[in-house]
């Protein structure tokens, strides 16, 4: 690149050497028509522009041709790897793909995972709520049961008091000793044949 820099710097300067030559002589003059000077001119010009551009071949062929095979080189560098990362992103599309279906199948068996826990749940709740209801049907059998006998014996006490109560206002009323006893004993076993039914 540098001797490229060069070799332009040193053509530019015998241009305008070439061109000033040329313009140089015919400032002073002022003719019709084209003059021996103009046409030397003219010839010298165009050796300068000759030599000048086999000068230019000679030295800047290579350097040249050098610079478009590099960027020939590179452009295709540059595609290949273009093409390398054309391929690489579409095996990642194809990747990604296969991992979003991967994660709706995914998404799809938590779903199902979830919805089995939850019918599992309602049945365990369902379940327990039927042990429970047990439970308190047993526990309201055993109270009512133990209610009862506690009213049986509540009213097996009335019972005696009251019979107490009686025999002794039948025992006021002055009957004899032999109709006492038989009464309350008529009234004893008629109690006992109720509380026992």
């Known amino acids: 690149m540098k001797r490229l820099r060069n070799i332009g710097v040193l053509v530019a300067i015998l241009i305008l050497i070439s ?9 002073g003059e002022e003719h019709h028509g084209v003059t021996t000077s103009q046409i030397k001119n003219l ?11 086999l000068i230019l071949c000679k030295f800047l062929k ?23 990362k054309k391929k690489e992103a579409e095996a990642r599309y194809v990747e990604l793909q296969e991992k979003i279906k991967n994660l709706e199948k995914e ?9 089995e826990q939850g019918i599992k749940e ?12 047990e439970r308190i049907k ?5 109270y009512i049961h133990h209610e009862m006998e506690k009213a ?6 009335e019972i005696a008091e009251a019979s107490v109560k009686l025999a002794e206002e039948l025992l006021k009323k002055k009957i004899n000793l032999e109709d006492q006893k038989r009464m309350v004993k008529e009234f004893i076993n008629e109690i006992k044949g109720r509380v026992l039914h």
Not at 138 to 142: D, G
Not at 152 to 157: H, V
């Open 43 to 53: 010839i010298w010009f165009t050796l300068n522009f000759i030599v000048l551009v």
């Open 138 to 142: 047993q526990q309201a059998e055993l």
């Open 152 to 157: 049986k014996a509540m009213l097996r006490e």
């Open 107 to 115: 998404a799809q068996e938590i779903y199902q995972n979830y919805v």
């Open 122 to 133: 309602k049945e365990r709740i369902i379940a327990e709520a039927h042990a429970q209801a």
């Open 62 to 84: 290579k350097p040249v041709v050098d610079m478009f095979k590099s960027r020939q080189e590179n452009i295709l560098k540059q595609y290949n790897e273009l093409l390398e």
């Open 19 to 27: 061109i000033s030559l040329v313009f140089g002589v015919e400032a």
